[in-house]
């Protein structure tokens, strides 16, 4: 089981995040090429404002994406949702005369941008429940859903790791939490949703976040769809052959003030206000905005290789992901508002073609350490950066040139274990272990 999501705490603020404390972190300042210097900051930014060679806490970095509470990146040694600070999000998109988004470039994530007003044309017809899909009615022509119970925009993001970990990632905005803070959000993988209606079957996953009638703290719930031969306390709907059971989640994660964590779960809610992508946010008078108030965006990652391990389901299949709103209170009872998707997606999209470092070794001499590697590739990588633990040993990405062959010398007296991470010009990245 992955442990990545351990706790790891830093200080200062990230953009328009939350105060976090970072734990003996040594900064360490780009001199000249294979070279650093002791003392300098891991924090600098530029006269444009742009914020480079930040650190990102080891609990919210996630298969080299952010789970921070922001919308745009914030840091360049991981990827974020939007175009921010660190550099280029997952999402590349642009918002329509009809509110609806298009997605431009290279299609590793998606942003769904639902209707809002009498626009949405995806609203729970009343009196239906997540247990019951079978009984589901969603209106192309409802009337709109109160404010507190409308999802905006939804991401979708997925990432197989060198590691063959495949991570899923999936983010949510709505309107109207601050002080209405009485709706609950779900996200759905389905092998099958004909008509937008999940037809469950064994290996499909539920993730829920859970705020409790509050705003935090807050907890987040999967389940793995079972058989009834598998678990007797599943029930399900019509000719379906699986469901969840609800009273037993297969995963938790405990959130405390904006980030909840578990062993392959971490989510994340916003506690101040951020920055949206560039096809903007709604605010509570349905205006395309450049800023989300508090608590009104929440994402979350998730293990997808860990939660599908024994199913026989394959993490890099194409699922029909959805997600929906619903009255805060148990899961399986309390009644659905809003829906998004389901979007057809794979969580390999976004793969490289090739593995684009063929070699990465660490050598020390007495105070010091000196990197070596090599590129297999040359297009699509931005830059690299080095990690003792989760110490990044070089302030500034480690820039791309002509030769195949690097070296970068460190003065660390730490241990490891060392890993290379290739920034690559689409925002995501792959790591190599020394």
Known sequence: MNKRFLSHTRQSERGAGRKVALVSALGLALMAPGSVAHGASLRSTTATGTESGCATPANENIGGFAI????????????????????PGVV????????????????????????VKQADQSVFAGGNKEADPCSWGIHSAPPPPDKKDDITNAYVYGFHATNGVVYMY???????????????????????????????????VLLSVDFNGTNSPFTVKAWVAKTPAQDSNVTPCGTQVANYDFARPDFTAQGNDALALGSDITAAVNTNTIS????????????????????NFAEAAFNLTDMLQGTGVNPCSTFAISFRSRASGDSSNSQLKDAVGPQAYSPCRSNPTAA????????????SITFHWN?????????????????????QPIPVHQAHAYSYRAHWTGRGPYTLRVLMSNGTQRSISA
């Open 375 to 395: 590129t297999a590739i040359r297009t699509g990588i931005a830059g690299f950066a080095i990690y003792a633990g989760s110490h990044r040993l070089n302030a």
């Open 68 to 87: 921070d509470g922001q919308l745009q990146r914030q840091c360049s040694d991981v990827s974020g949702w939007a175009n921010g600070p660190g550099g």
């Open 356 to 367: 684009p470092v063929s070699r990465f070794t660490a050598a020390r001499h007495a105070g």
């Open 276 to 295: 949206c992508g560039s096809w903007q946010c709604y605010d509570e008078k349905y205006n395309l905005v450049s800023t989300l108030p508090q608590y």
């Open 92 to 115: 590349q998109a642009t918002r329509n005369a009809d509110g609806t988004c298009g997605t431009t470039g290279a299609l590793t994530a998606v942003v769904l941008c639902d209707g």
């Open 170 to 204: 999936g983010g949510l905005e709505f309107l109207g939490r601050t002080n209405n803070p009485n709706t609950d959000y779900d996200m759905e993988l389905n092998q099958s949703a004909p008509n937008g209606i999940p037809d469950r079957k064994p290996g499909d």
